[in-house]
């Protein structure tokens, strides 16, 4: 009987799964990747879920070119290495407040999946397994002061102002006093099929069609554990339902003064530091797909903390909206949709993000309803025979968006925003030009950002004239070896305003040798 029990469990676990060849997101989270992917979706006039759900887990297919592997003759596990060398003169706006100086950023790392099917050779179901760490040292040429009290009492945080690149942790190196250090882990366990795909790891995640980052959940902010699954149900070829579920675990980085006593060392009083009060995320989201070319997704996303996690959240298909109330209105919720639109030869995309909606004083002067807006489109066009892709993206938040009036609920991981990178209170155009070619393919950048000042306060203004900006003009070239090694050079001009107490008007020159790194 137990057999016939086993038999019938794996039957059912192969018809719930559905049969395939797997659909893993690729690790890359690069914009040269995203710009290479909205390229792909555009010329073959099909809507994907890569291009409006994303991850860096480990595509589960094998590549052709194989970097340096420690397994090479393992045909289910590759262990790789990670190097990286980075040079910049304004040091990647790394200390928000002494810029520009020059910096040397040294990457070592190593990274490893494994991947094989599950059940028997032909169930089509696929298990990959991953991980990825990475020693990030920063030196500075010139001595500096970089320390986390002096970057607390300013409320910045490491790359403040730039809008690729993060950090959970930092310490000052020894020798050089003026360095940093600090790095970086990801991994997790995946199973894949044909409409259905589960994730338990700590890793980033996007939601959302635009590559520059999202209203809801971006790249940008450090990885953090979750759970995920997303299921797909097909109509036919072109009508599909596409559904997401995410739980996760967020770093508040506010002191849970309540266990001090436990961590008290008399010795060194001085040095005290207490662990953080625990902060939580809930996120689902439903995708339409009306058509190949047409596709709108609905969205709820909940942050709570100092509490467990409230059994209502943890049912997938439960309008969070209605279930804070019920447990006593004390979360920070958040919805919004997103669309995209393939036309004859590019792509248009909208997205709204609602925050503390009360829709009966949606149009009163006074009311909780803060909106954040978002307008991409690409474009392909030709000059003298040379085929050029042309991106262009704007976003609006304001002040209220990713605040919250019970501190612990703000939309933040190690003080960066979930959503996107600017966080509340401001504008940012970002335009991509990028010559399409098979391996030099150089690109211009132009990034204008204005930060405003965020706050949880009901009639507060959209920003100021007195407020932060900062304009970016970029030439990059990058050269690929292969399709896992590469050299870019990034020549930029700022002009920025109230970021810094040095130069407003500076040119920057980066230089980088990355092997085996997405970003």
Known sequence: MLVDNKKYLTLFIIMVLNISNGSFSNEDYSIENLTNNDMEIISNKTILPRIYKHNNVPKIKYNDEQSLD??????????????????????FELNPLINPEETLWLTPGIKFRYRNTLISPYSGIL????????????YFLKKTIFNKESLKNANLKPFHYNPYI????????????????????????????????????????????????????????????QFRFDYIHSFNNKKKIDFTYLIGDLISEIEDSSVMNAYQNSEIIK???????????????????INQR?????????????????????????????????????DNLQMGFDL?????????????????????????????????????RTQFFNIYNQKFYFRIENTVIMPQIYEHKFPINSVFNHGYPIGFWTGGDAFDTWITIKSIGKKFRPRFELEYTIFGSPK???????????????LKYSLVFDYKFKSFSKIELCISHFETEKINNNKQNYLSLDLSFKYNISY
């Open 340 to 376: 995209d639109y393939i036309h004859n030869n590019g792509r248009t995309n909208f997205a709204i993000l609602v925050d503390e909606w009360a829709p009966y004083e949606t149009f009163t002067s006074n009311h909780h309803n803060w909106f954040g807006f978002q307008l991409g």
């Open 70 to 91: 420690f397994f090479s003759n393992h045909k289910n596990l590759s262990v790789n290495p990670i190097i990286g060398i980075r040079f910049s003169s304004s040091g």
């Open 127 to 138: 298990l990959n397994i991953w991980g990825s760490f990475y020693k990030h040292s920063a």
């Open 294 to 330: 047409l596709r709108v997704g609905f969205y709820e996303l909940v942050v709570f903390g100092a509490r467990q996690t409230p059994w209502q959240y943890l049912i997938p298909i439960n309008f969070y909206w209605s279930a804070q109330h019920a447990t006593g209105d004390f």
């Open 456 to 470: 949880y306060q009901i009639g507060r203004k959209y920003l100021s004239v007195n407020d932060k900006f900062r």
């Open 166 to 225: 993060s950090m959970e942790y930092f310490v000052n190196t020894e020798k050089p006093e003026w360095g940093i250090d600090f790095d970086e882990a990801q991994g997790g366990i995946s199973i894949s099929s044909r409409n259905l795909d589960i994730y338990f790891g700590k890793f980033k995640s996007s939601f959302g069609p635009f590559l520059r980052g999202n209203l809801s959940i971006s790249h940008n902010t450090p990885s953090f554990p």
């Open 271 to 289: 040095q005290l530091r207490l662990p953080w009060i625990k902060r939580g995320i809930i996120y689902h989201r439903v995708d339409f797909h």
